[in-house]
């Protein structure tokens, strides 16, 4: 299919449009039914296979790390047990350690941060 039939379609819908409104019947036969199809269809496969090529040539380990780890989630004000608290301390030890090994230090003191946090509230208890 050309970009001349393409257009010629186009056009001719838009002036069924033109005369009828939002309410009409557009008729297609086979054929043309089956350029629009594979105009369309070829359309969003180039898209696609542009898109994934340069996600593919420009992503690295870390940039999925990043996408998909886990948010921070919103915390609530209940009252935490003592195996709560140091389940989470334990979480956060395990981060700890993970992100030293990759030499992530800025992530390493915002997990202190939270471990302290976890540790004021255990000798609270």
């Known amino acids: 299919m050309t970009k001349k039939e393409i257009k010629e379609i186009a056009k001719a819908i838009m002036d069924e449009m033109d005369r009828e409104g939002l309410d ?3 008729v297609l036969d086979d054929k043309q039914l089956n350029m629009l199809a594979d105009s369309i269809v070829d359309k969003l496969l180039t898209t696609y296979i542009r898109e994934q090529a ?4 420009t ?3 870390d940039d999925i790390y ?3 780890k ?3 989630k919103k915390k609530t004000k ?3 047990t ?3 608290l140091l389940g989470q301390l334990a979480k956060l ?3 700890l350690n993970f992100h030293q090994d990759k030499e992530e230090y800025e992530e390493c003191a915002e997990i202190k941060k939270e471990i302290d946090i976890v540790n004021d509230k255990l000798s609270k208890l």
Not at 54 to 57: I, R
């Open 59 to 61: 992503s690295t380990m």
């Open 66 to 68: 990043n996408h998909f």
């Open 24 to 26: 009409m019947e557009i």
């Open 78 to 80: 209940k009252a935490e």
């Open 54 to 57: 340069t996600w593919y040539s």
């Open 70 to 72: 886990q948010r921070p």
């Open 93 to 95: 030890m395990t981060q």
């Open 82 to 84: 003592e195996s709560e």
